[in-house]
């Protein structure tokens, strides 16, 4: 364990141990250390313990040390430095003082041991559960097994990535001397062949004495290091070995016991799951951002999606979106039009002009005149002011019609006329002024019905639809639905707390319901799931039950997938089947208008009759 040692006022040798992050040294009855001297200040320096590091500072200016005669403030201790404050001398060690070699260990010094053991696996257990780099903290372990064992170096071994069951690949991740610095050259200062029996074996293994250890007579790394004491740990998580734990003394003999290979092993059991659960969250932290690039990718403004339909989509609000022209956005509810309307503003010449939405359906019907012309002073009971209207709010920018549909025909013919005028008049006025503006509408309903009905005036449905773009719905979106319920559980979590990993919180019962569920509402009905979902949800992951979606029965799933062959054999079938049924069962014909042999159809009918025959007689 590392301490200070010295020599008290009645003569005999004392040790204070470095069990804290900080130890304060002064002449305060309150320190660690209390040095009763004159020239010692009640709180005169402090020694900081972090991982691989032990640094001693004086408190002021005015309160030095000395270092070999030399004054001094700071220093980073190593093994048998000495220092002085006021009159007391103290040695800095990072172990406790140990018998020699020949001398066989005494009971009360193997229960010091096992004492000093926990408490070094309790403080490095403390360091893990603090927030702190790898690389250090992996220092901080060779440096406290190497202290514990008495060996005079230490490293740790990493097993080959590629196949770690290969003896010959490994790599050295940490190397440490007893004075708790890096070693130079690590790699020729250790045994392939110790190291690759350790891997293959996958068992913990002492050699008290290397060079005349039978197993290794032949090593030429052995030989040539003249080793003497070697002990290995394999590190181990649920069989899968990571790599090793190894330590040696080239100086001493039978220097390892059986209960130090023991505390090794803990040391690996721990440095083993803190290594694989660092490496774990690497991989996390990678997936994330390539699946925060992918969807990065996936994205057009502020709207998500990559399939097929959604693609063509992008590409003709791209197109339409340097011009002027009148566009309009048709979709079921939900589906997104006021996003495309958006997306056309954003990406046109009026961008930093104002963006206006109406929603036509919303409006009282003898006030959408005046909520989208305005109005002046006295035009109505009520109008005690002059008031501008949606088109000239829009001017210089772009307006949204939403629900165009819903307008009734009266206001019809004056929205024509606007159109086509470029002008707009307010209710109670006389005059006319022009406006700028350019005009997207959107709708849930057809249009086209809705005129051969006498509910929309065709002239109005030819001047909106100069150019129509038609959004698909959810259900039509394959995979997309999956990519927009991560991204919306990534906008809700600063509403519904961060315990949502979006790119991890669908379990595959979650993902199989979304891609199953016809989604009547569209993307604004899964918003809605996925916020009870999140309410909801026991733990950071998102289940079918927490979405309460009613999955009609029979739909696909990953079960129902089959060879590619099967599938083609069954698409093949049901074709030819809808083919004979609209030639009403005209062999001939099917063949002719399939460009097959007649021969191929009788035998597909074979085929099912000789299925039937024998469903019958099972």
Same mark, same amino acid.
């Given at each position: 364990?590392?301490?200070?040692?010295?020599?008290?006022?009645?003569?005999?040798?004392?040790? +204070?141990?470095?069990?804290?992050?900080?130890?304060? +040294?002064?002449?305060?009855?309150?320190?660690?250390?209390?040095?009763?001297?004159?020239?010692?200040?009640?709180?005169? &320096?402090?020694?900081?313990?972090?991982?691989?590091?032990?640094?001693?500072?004086?408190?002021?200016?005015?309160?030095?040390?000395?270092?070999?005669?030399?004054?001094?403030?700071?220093?980073?201790?190593?093994?048998?430095?000495?220092?002085?404050?006021?009159?007391?001398?103290?040695?800095?060690?990072?172990?406790?003082?140990?018998?020699?070699?020949?001398?066989?260990?005494?009971?009360?010094?193997?229960?010091?041991?096992?004492?000093?053991?926990?408490?070094?696996?309790?403080?490095?257990?403390?360091?893990?559960?603090?927030?702190?780099?790898?690389?250090? #903290?992996?220092?901080? #372990?060779?440096?406290?097994?190497?202290?514990?064992?008495?060996?005079?170096?230490?490293?740790?071994?990493?097993?080959?990535?590629?196949?770690?069951?290969?003896?010959?690949?490994?790599?050295?991740?940490?190397?440490?001397?007893?004075?708790?610095?890096?070693?130079?050259?690590?790699?020729?200062?250790?045994?392939?062949?110790?190291?690759?029996?350790?891997?293959?074996? =996958?068992?913990?293994?002492?050699?008290?004495?290397?060079?005349?250890?039978?197993?290794?007579?032949?090593?030429?790394?052995?030989?040539?290091?003249?080793?003497?004491?070697?002990?290995?740990?394999?590190?181990?998580?649920? $069989?899968?070995?990571?790599?090793?734990?190894? !330590?040696?003394?080239?100086?001493?003999?039978?220097?390892?016991?059986?209960?130090?290979? *023991?505390?090794?092993?803990?040391?690996?059991?721990?440095?083993?799951?803190?290594?694989?659960?660092?490496?774990?969250?690497?991989?996390? %932290?990678?997936?994330?951002?390539?699946?925060?690039?992918?969807?990065?990718?996936?994205?057009?403004?502020?709207?998500?999606?990559?399939?097929?339909?959604?693609?063509? !989509?992008?590409?003709?609000?791209?197109?339409?979106?340097?011009?002027?022209?009148?566009?309009?956005?048709?979709?079921?509810? $939900?589906?997104?039009?006021?996003?495309?309307?958006? *997306?056309?503003?954003?990406?046109?010449?009026?961008?930093?002009?104002?963006?206006?939405?109406?929603?036509?359906?919303?409006?009282?019907?003898?006030?959408?005149?005046? *909520?989208?012309?305005?109005?002046?002073?006295?035009?109505?009971?009520?109008?005690?002011?002059?008031?501008? $209207?949606?088109?000239?709010?829009?001017? =210089?920018?772009?307006?949204?019609?939403?629900?165009?549909?819903?307008?009734?025909?009266?206001?019809?013919?004056?929205?024509? %006329?606007?159109?086509?005028?470029?002008?707009?008049?307010?209710?109670?006025?006389?005059?006319?002024?022009?406006?700028?503006?350019?005009?997207?509408?959107?709708?849930?309903?057809? #249009?086209?019905?809705?005129?051969?009905?006498?509910?929309?005036?065709?002239?109005?449905?030819?001047?909106?639809?100069?150019?129509?773009?038609?959004?698909?719905?959810?259900?039509?979106?394959?995979?997309?639905?999956?990519?927009?319920?991560?991204?919306?559980?990534? %906008?809700?979590? =600063?509403?519904?707390?961060?315990? /949502?990993?979006?790119?991890?919180? /669908?379990?595959?019962?979650?993902?199989?319901?979304?891609?199953?569920?016809?989604?009547?509402?569209?993307?604004?009905?899964?918003?809605?799931? #996925?916020?009870?979902?999140? !309410?909801?949800?026991?733990?950071?992951?998102?289940?079918?039950?927490?979405?309460?979606?009613?999955?009609?029965?029979?739909?696909?799933?990953?079960?129902?997938?089959?060879?590619?062959? *099967?599938?083609?054999?069954?698409?093949?079938?049901?074709?030819?089947?809808?083919?004979?049924?609209?030639?009403?069962?005209?062999?001939?014909?099917? &063949?002719?208008?399939? $460009?097959?042999?007649?021969?191929?159809?009788?035998?597909?009918?074979?085929?099912?009759?000789?299925?039937?025959?024998?469903?019958?007689?099972?």
């Amino acid at each position: 364990m590392p301490h200070l040692q010295y020599t008290a006022l009645d003569g005999k040798t004392k040790q +204070l141990a470095i069990v804290r992050k900080l130890t304060t +040294l002064g002449s305060s009855k309150d320190s660690d250390l209390v040095i009763d001297s004159p020239d010692v200040a009640p709180a005169h &320096a402090t020694l900081t313990h972090e991982p691989g590091r032990f640094r001693l500072e004086s408190t002021a200016r005015s309160n030095p040390f000395f270092v070999n005669g030399k004054k001094t403030r700071s220093l980073d201790l190593r093994h048998g430095d000495i220092f002085v404050i006021g009159e007391l001398e103290l040695t800095f060690s990072t172990l406790d003082e140990r018998p020699t070699p020949q001398t066989p260990t005494p009971r009360g010094d193997e229960s010091a041991l096992q004492l000093a053991a926990m408490q070094k696996l309790h403080n490095f257990s403390r360091l893990l559960a603090t927030p702190a780099d790898l690389d250090g #903290l992996l220092d901080e #372990l060779i440096d406290q097994v190497v202290s514990l064992t008495r060996a005079s170096k230490g490293f740790l071994v990493l097993a080959g990535v590629s196949n770690p069951d290969d003896p010959a690949g490994y790599e050295i991740r940490v190397a440490r001397n007893l004075e708790r610095e890096p070693v130079d050259d690590p790699s020729a200062l250790l045994s392939d062949d110790i190291i690759s029996s350790v891997i293959s074996s =996958k068992k913990p293994q002492i050699i008290s004495d290397a060079l005349h250890d039978t197993r290794f007579q032949n090593s030429l790394s052995v030989i040539n290091l003249k080793l003497s004491s070697v002990m290995c740990a394999p590190l181990l998580v649920r $069989g899968e070995l990571l790599g090793l734990l190894y !330590v040696g003394n080239n100086d001493i003999v039978d220097l390892f016991t059986s209960e130090q290979l *023991e505390t090794l092993e803990v040391f690996a059991s721990q440095a083993a799951l803190f290594i694989k659960n660092a490496t774990l969250l690497n991989e996390l %932290r990678s997936e994330k951002t390539e699946l925060a690039e992918r969807l990065e990718n996936v994205k057009f403004g502020s709207i998500i999606g990559a399939c097929p339909q959604m693609i063509e !989509v992008y590409k003709r609000v791209e197109k339409v979106a340097s011009t002027d022209i009148t566009v309009l956005v048709t979709g079921e509810t $939900g589906t997104g039009k006021e996003l495309i309307a958006h *997306e056309i503003h954003d990406r046109s010449p009026r961008a930093k002009g104002p963006f206006v939405t109406v929603n036509c359906g919303a409006i009282p019907e003898n006030l959408i005149e005046s *909520e989208l012309f305005g109005h002046v002073k006295g035009a109505f009971t009520g109008a005690v002011a002059n008031q501008i $209207g949606k088109f000239q709010a829009a001017d =210089k920018g772009t307006i949204f019609l939403d629900e165009i549909g819903e307008m009734p025909l009266a206001l019809q013919v004056k929205l024509l %006329r606007v159109l086509q005028e470029r002008q707009i008049q307010r209710v109670g006025d006389s005059k006319t002024m022009p406006i700028d503006v350019r005009v997207v509408a959107a709708t849930n309903r057809e #249009l086209r019905r809705e005129v051969d009905e006498g509910n929309f005036r065709e002239d109005l449905y030819f001047r909106l639809n100069v150019i129509g773009i038609e959004l698909p719905p959810l259900r039509d979106r394959g995979n997309d639905v999956l990519l927009i319920a991560r991204y919306l559980v990534g %906008r809700f979590t =600063k509403e519904f707390g961060d315990r /949502f990993d979006p790119q991890t919180c /669908f379990e595959d019962s979650a993902e199989r319901a979304m891609a199953n569920f016809s989604w009547p509402g569209n993307i604004r009905q899964l918003e809605n799931h #996925l916020k009870k979902a999140m !309410v909801l949800a026991e733990g950071p992951r998102i289940n079918a039950a927490d979405l309460d979606l009613d999955v009609p029965e029979g739909a696909s799933s990953p079960e129902d997938i089959v060879p590619l062959t *099967e599938a083609r054999d069954r698409w093949q079938r049901a074709y030819i089947d809808k083919v004979l049924a609209l030639n009403n069962g005209n062999r001939t014909k099917t &063949a002719r208008d399939l $460009g097959v042999d007649p021969r191929t159809i009788f035998r597909h009918l074979e085929k099912i009759e000789k299925e039937k025959s024998q469903e019958a007689s099972s």
